[in-house]
């Protein structure tokens, strides 16, 4: 009964939150690992490209809301998201048009990309702000719980409860729908494939014949795409803060070249180590250990690692470890 | 078919390409030899649009071609090798040559997800294209092989392959014979001849080894200094003064005579 209850404690307050959180920097991890394959820069843009989609999903919920539309238990920002995503498209491709294609044009080196790339970040910044407000925003409506602690307790018995956000749990089912369809194309369409070529062997591609400013723009499609659905769900879980994408950039980047930047499958699997070293980490794991262990070997204090203050530790000190001995990645990817 | 006028690439303060012109008449297999360092790699890129030239002028039957980016030239059929193979190394080698023609209907976004039968249709035919030029290769049994694991000789071949993927008018081959062993060598000698007789591909071919050069090229063009040298048949090429000393040495002007 012990290691089943220590196994609930551990479920609710680790396991399941990590892996929606994985979820959600699996899909922000794609979008940065995509650019730096294919156009071959670091983008510090992609956490504010996230902000800008959710604000669009978040006046567009607001709208239909007004108007009386909705999924039931369903969040209504399920439908308001290919709004988002569109007008996360929009901008990238006015940004890429205005801005990125100039620089292409000159074929300037990677590091001014990645500071173009900031000033960029700052625009957008400033223009989701713009858009929505500073302040914090929420748009999730719906069922909140598919299972609530109560419930669980109810029905198991076990003195600890479990609790199952519909957020979580559609956080999950949503990156898996996104990321099968993004393997699909690159795998088995010729754009995804002339993608994949590109992102090999930039000079082979162009004397293929592939058109580089078709697949650059099919490039900022999806990652437009990626990056408002992660915001979105982010934000669904975890509230709406216009600064709080910017942060993100961290864990985000992290995870694409823990799993090796370039490389879509270590994009997911780092999102994940991530996602799980951070909240595991900054979980006291006592009440865990307290079923766990016998009495006298139980822990006085909390065994708390680190306070959620320092999270972003956890991101810098994986990627620091990461990039001193194997700076490719898990998945092999190219070294930074 | 293709006029090169008073070509000049400089990088920095070097002249690596210094005021070539040559031409190159169609349905002729043309030679450039030259030193290391002569030029004959830059020109190649000039002329393939990788790099654009300082000054002067390339056209391609009468059409001036002179820097445009090379997805374009590919598909007025100028293709190029290089010196150093390349390939995508994450895909099968019949994904690689299936990559090549242009212009395929999966190409659009549109037809990625809605035109799917078209495509199927479509890429089955270009397999069994890729099948064929393979087995014209001799490297048929590698067809599902990662492009990565190739041999570098293997990898040359595929490079050669991947110009028959389309219907190429003109080909630039830059080292295609280097660190390759003297049967492949052969085999990729007799895929030019072929392609060159049975198709009218026009090529250029760079190479070091004067038995390949001498068997398969005529013109030969030298290139020293970023100049062109001299042109003319391999037996004029070898008995030229200018050539032997800035490029094939005294030693095979003496082999020559003690030959004699």
Known sequence: ?336 | MIRVASLHKQFGGFHAVDGASLEISKGSITGLIGPNGAGKTTLFNVIAGVLKPTSGTVTMEGEDITGLPPHTLFHKGLLRTFQIAHEFHSMSVRENLMMVPGGQSGETLWNAWFGRGRIAEEERRLAAKADEVLEFLTIDHLADEKAGNLSGGQKKLLELGRTMMVDARIVFLDEVGAGVNRTLLNTIADAILRLNRERGYTFVVIEHDMDFIGRLCDPVIVMAEGKVLAEGTIGEIKANEQVIEAYLGTGLKNRDKVGA
């Open chain 1, 1 to 336: 009964m012990d290691a089943l209850n220590a196994l609930v404690v551990f479920a609710n307050f680790v396991l399941i939150p990590a892996t929606a959180y994985g979820a959600q920097l699996a899909l922000g991890a794609l979008g940065v690992t995509l650019i730096y394959g294919i156009l071959r820069f670091s983008n510090f843009a992609h956490g504010d490209t996230m902000a800008f989609g959710t604000a669009v999903a978040i006046l567009a919920t607001w709208a239909l809301q007004a108007a009386g539309i909705g999924l039931g238990p369903l969040p209504t920002a399920l439908l308001a998201l290919p709004v988002g995503i569109l007008g996360a498209m929009a901008l990238v491709l006015l940004t890429d048009r205005g801005v990125y294609r100039f620089y292409r044009a000159q074929r300037v080196k990677p590091v001014i990309f990645v500071i173009v790339s900031m000033g960029v970040m700052f625009v957008y910044n400033g223009l989701t702000r713009f858009v929505i407000g500073v302040d914090d925003q929420r748009f999730a409506d719906g069922e909140r719980f598919v299972i609530s602690v109560r419930e669980f307790r109810e029905a198991t018995g076990l003195a600890e409860g479990l609790a199952l956000r519909t957020t979580q749990l559609l956080t999950v089912v949503v990156a898996i729908i996104a990321v099968a369809l993004l393997f699909w194309f690159l795998n088995r369409t010729r754009t995804g494939k002339s993608m994949r070529a590109f992102s090999d062997n930039e000079d082979l591609a162009l004397l293929s014949g592939i058109n580089p400013e078709r697949v650059v723009l099919v490039t900022w499609l999806i990652v437009a795409a990626l990056a408002a659905t992660a915001g979105v769900l982010y934000g669904l879980d975890k509230g709406f803060k216009p600064f709080v994408y910017f942060q993100l950039l961290l864990p985000i980047f992290a995870a694409a070249i823990v799993g090796g930047l370039g490389n879509p499958l270590g994009a997911i699997a780092g999102g994940f180590v991530i996602a799980f070293a951070e909240v595991t980490i900054t979980y006291p794991l006592k009440r865990v250990l307290g079923y766990l262990l016998p009495e006298s070997l139980e822990p006085d204090g909390l065994v708390q690692l680190l306070t959620t203050d320092y999270k972003f530790a956890v991101s810098f000190g994986i990627l620091l470890v990461v990039l001193l001995f194997r700076p490719t990645g898990l998945f092999k990817g190219k070294a930074v």
